[in-house]
């Protein structure tokens, strides 16, 4: 089914709209929120690497923080970590709707898309590409990406 259609049938549904405006919490079981691979700082839990509601879920930002310090070889690192998380969360790489992509440095768009192109299928997600500023990614990687998709 196209990530359009989905996102109609989705928004149409006023009844039950939940924190977002775009998972459908239509029974108690589908209204609880389930994380997945949190991680605590100092024994308190932090941010999760994913996050289910209803037929949503979110992606926490993925990273590559390996050498080499190359641009593709990091993209390609942060696109199979995307993947293995969506398809723990029970979707794929195909129904994500939306990617952030922050890259430490802007002279790596080029470098980027190259390893991005069509690996979303033939209808790619919306996207977002900022150079972050002052420091860069967090822990050395050359570019983070975070998502949102359908199950």
């Known amino acids: 089914m196209e990530r359009r259609s989905i996102l109609k049938k989705i928004l149409a549904s006023a009844a039950g709209i939940s924190v977002f405006g775009l998972a459908k919490a239509s029974s108690a079981e589908s209204s609880e929120k389930e994380v997945n691979n ?10 999760s690497g994913s996050t289910k509601l209803g037929n949503m879920v979110f992606i ?6 390996v050498e080499p310090f190359e641009i593709k070889a990091h993209t390609e690192i942060v696109l199979k ?3 293995n998380e969506l ?4 979707s794929s790489m195909e129904k994500v709707l939306k990617v952030n992509v922050y890259l ?4 790596d768009y080029q470098g980027m898309n190259e390893v991005y192109k069509g690996r979303f299928g033939k209808k790619p997600p919306v996207r977002t590409t900022v ?3 002052k420091g860069g990614v967090p822990g050395n990687s050359l570019v983070e990406m975070d998502c ?3 199950i």
């Open 60 to 65: 926490a930002g993925k990273g590559a923080h």
């Open 38 to 47: 949190v991680t605590e700082y100092q024994d308190v839990p932090l941010f």
């Open 131 to 133: 150079a972050v500023a």
């Open 148 to 150: 949102v998709a359908y």
């Open 87 to 90: 398809k723990k969360a029970g």
């Open 104 to 107: 430490n440095d802007i002279a």
């Open 81 to 83: 970590e995307l993947e």
